[in-house]
Structure formats: structure tokens, C-alpha cells
């Protein structure tokens, strides 16, 4: 059996560390260059539990008390659309693998739009 195999099925350490002991986790789990889930496993700490410490510490940093965002990251933002003057005889439109491009009216039959996603 292999080291991370022994890792994770040892048991995770159930207590509630202060304030302080939670800032030393999450300063070790910075410096340490690990994933979550590798350092919680390593370390025996709740993997929930140090995401939390972590997400917390972050807000604490940030000027707006917010979470930041990473880098690379996914991040939203929403995109105000301007009513479109022309009218559209589709009702949704999927847009496929090799920038092919599916509209499909109000009108189509299911049997005929479940022939049609098997061939696109």
C-alpha cells in the first residue's frame, strides 16, 4: 500500500483549535505548497474544516472583506444585453464542438431534435 493510501485512511482529528491554533494551521497550510486535500490528510485536520480556516483568513486580507479571487480562477461577470429589436424564429440555440452552431424553433418535434443531437 502506498504512502497517501495510509494517509487518508487514518483518522481525522475531531477538535475545535482557537483562534490562534486555526491562524497556525493556515499559515503551515500556505507555506506548505499543498493542495487542500493533500495537507488536511497529511496533517489529519478536516478537510472542510481547513478549507473554512482558509476561505475566513482570505475574507479577513481582502480591503472589502470579500474572498479574492485567484488567478485563474473562473470569475463571473454580468453582462447587460440590449433588447434586440429583431425577432427570432428560434427559441434556443446550442452551440457544438468544432463551432457548429444548432438553433432549434418552438415547433420542433422531441423525436426530431433527439435525432438531431445524436448526429451533431
Not at 24 to 41: D, T, Y
Not at 98 to 113: C, D, I, N, Y
Amino acid at each position: 500500500m502506498n504512502e497517501t493510501a495510509e494517509a487518508s485512511t487514518l483518522p481525522i482529528r475531531k477538535f475545535l483549535p482557537s483562534q490562534e491554533a486555526r491562524s497556525q494551521w493556515v499559515k503551515r497550510f500556505s507555506e506548505s505548497g499543498l493542495s487542500l486535500r493533500e495537507f488536511s490528510a497529511q496533517n489529519r485536520i478536516g478537510y472542510m474544516s481547513l478549507w473554512r480556516w482558509v476561505k475566513r483568513a482570505k475574507a479577513k486580507q481582502s480591503p472589502d472583506g470579500a474572498a479574492e479571487v485567484q488567478p485563474g480562477a473562473t470569475a463571473f461577470t454580468e453582462i447587460k444585453l440590449v433588447p434586440s429589436m429583431e425577432r427570432y424564429d428560434w427559441v434556443a440555440e446550442l452551440s457544438l464542438p468544432q463551432g457548429r452552431v444548432l438553433r432549434l424553433s418552438k415547433e420542433v418535434p422531441a423525436a426530431m431534435l433527439e435525432q438531431l443531437l445524436r448526429v451533431c
